[in-house]
């Protein structure tokens, strides 16, 4: 996968306006990298702490300093990173404590010291208030930089110590140039299953979850057929190597590509089976619109939603999908 932003063009204005910012000296001492998740929120702030830690001048890294050198080798001791753990997937007050005991240190390299924290919305109420007193009291020549993609999930105190800067989706044009530039087949439905994230689309092509794709469709022709019950297909998605996540935005791409047929339009891609979308157009399109939701909704759920069971939640919307299909207009 890319390592520079440079190589999403997306980005590329962004990055411009930061190192602007850098050798103008209006670098703030906290930035909030707020956006879509998979964008290349991570690589934006990476290049812009290795850039501020670099010994050279300006804020593109040189990539050959001794900090630059550390950083690759992940034992810079000027740089913290901290980021969710445990499952509930949290950021604890433990955690936090280290940046008061990382500020309190000189610097090694003598350029300054960084704080990555990514994914802050999963903040707990103590950690969020521990942060906050770091970012009232900035320790000299230190960058904080946040990842959130949900800024406003963020305690407002927090966000009012953070300069946020707003990371865009490439347009469904830009992706699919670059992911078919990366070598991704059937570039505009990864595009579309991601709901736009560029580098997750990236990511499943090069896991070749594809490879699973006719099996997701024989086993929801199998639920209609009744030769498979929707607990035996919920256990069996439930075993394979790969989030349920894929599966549901795929799952929603064959409505997707329904409604857009029943409209005139051409779909997506023609990636699904034929017979399956024979049975859905006999359905109004405000049905599917309904489940199509409905599948989105739990795929938002999964990993987000404590104490929560995928395979009874994908049970019951098998058996849901069972009744969709056989409805009657």
């Given at each position: 996968?890319?390592?520079?932003?440079?190589?999403?063009?997306?980005?590329?204005?962004?990055?411009?306006?930061?190192?602007?910012?850098?050798?103008?000296?209006?670098?703030?001492?906290?930035?909030?990298?707020?956006?879509?998740?998979?964008?290349?929120?991570?690589?934006?702030?990476?290049?812009?702490?290795?850039?501020?830690?670099?010994?050279?001048?300006?804020?593109?890294?040189?990539?050959?300093?001794?900090?630059?050198?550390?950083?690759?080798?992940?034992?810079?001791?000027?740089?913290?990173?901290?980021?969710?753990?445990?499952?509930?997937?949290?950021?604890?007050?433990?955690?936090?404590?280290?940046?008061?005991?990382?500020?309190?240190?000189?610097?090694?390299?003598?350029?300054?010291?960084?704080?990555?924290?990514?994914?802050?919305?999963?903040?707990?109420?103590?950690?969020?208030?521990?942060?906050?007193?770091?970012?009232?009291?900035?320790?000299?020549?230190?960058?904080?930089?946040?990842?959130?993609?949900?800024?406003?999930?963020?305690?407002?105190?927090?966000?009012?110590?953070?300069?946020?800067?707003?990371?865009?989706?490439?347009?469904?044009?830009?992706?699919?140039?670059?992911?078919?530039?990366?070598?991704?087949?059937?570039?505009?439905?990864?595009?579309?299953?991601t709901q736009g994230s560029p580098l997750q689309?990236?990511?499943?092509?090069?896991?070749?979850?594809?490879?699973?794709?006719?099996?997701?469709?024989?086993?929801?022709?199998?639920?209609?057929?009744?030769?498979?019950?929707?607990?035996?297909?919920?256990?069996?998605?439930?075993?394979?190597?790969?989030?349920?996540?894929?599966?549901?935005h795929w799952w929603a791409g064959l409505l997707?590509?329904?409604?857009?047929?029943?409209?005139?339009?051409?779909?997506?891609?023609?990636?699904?089976?034929?017979?399956?979308?024979?049975?859905?157009?006999?359905?109004?399109?405000?049905?599917?619109?309904?489940?199509?939701?409905?599948?989105?909704?739990?795929?938002?759920?999964?990993?987000?939603?404590?104490?929560?069971?995928?395979?009874?939640?994908?049970?019951?919307?098998?058996?849901?999908?069972?009744?969709?299909?056989?409805?009657?207009?």
């Open positions: 996968m890319p390592s520079s932003v440079l190589e999403y063009p997306w980005l590329q204005p962004i990055w411009a306006q930061l190192q602007q910012r850098y050798e103008q000296q209006r670098l703030p001492h906290a930035l909030l990298l707020g956006g879509a998740q998979g964008v290349g929120e991570r690589q934006l702030a990476q290049q812009l702490l290795q850039g501020f830690l670099c010994r050279e001048a300006g804020l593109q890294a040189c990539g050959q300093c001794r900090s630059c050198q550390l950083l690759a080798a992940g034992s810079h001791p000027d740089f913290l990173a901290l980021q969710p753990e445990g499952a509930q997937q949290s950021i604890r007050i433990d955690s936090v404590r280290q940046i008061s005991e990382f500020s309190a240190n000189t610097a090694q390299q003598g350029h300054g010291k960084a704080i990555l924290l990514e994914s802050a919305e999963r903040l707990n109420v103590q950690a969020a208030n521990a942060l906050l007193k770091n970012l009232e009291e900035p320790p000299a020549n230190t960058l904080f930089v946040l990842t959130c993609t949900h800024p406003q999930q963020l305690m407002a105190t927090i966000r009012s110590r953070c300069q946020l800067v707003k990371l865009p989706k490439p347009s469904t044009e830009q992706a699919i140039t670059w992911l078919t530039e990366q070598g991704v087949k059937q570039a505009a439905l990864l595009w579309f299953m689309a990236l990511q499943w092509h090069e896991q070749d979850w594809q490879q699973y794709w006719p099996k997701w469709q024989q086993d929801l022709l199998a639920t209609l057929e009744a030769e498979q019950l929707p607990q035996q297909v919920a256990e069996r998605w439930q075993g394979w190597p790969l989030p349920l996540t894929p599966i549901l997707h590509q329904c409604t857009r047929q029943q409209l005139g339009g051409q779909g997506e891609a023609s990636h699904y089976d034929e017979v399956l979308l024979q049975r859905l157009h006999r359905l109004p399109s405000e049905r599917l619109f309904a489940f199509y939701r409905q599948l989105l909704e739990l795929a938002a759920q999964l990993g987000s939603v404590a104490n929560f069971n995928p395979a009874m939640a994908i049970e019951a919307l098998l058996i849901d999908w069972v009744r969709l299909v056989k409805s009657q207009r």
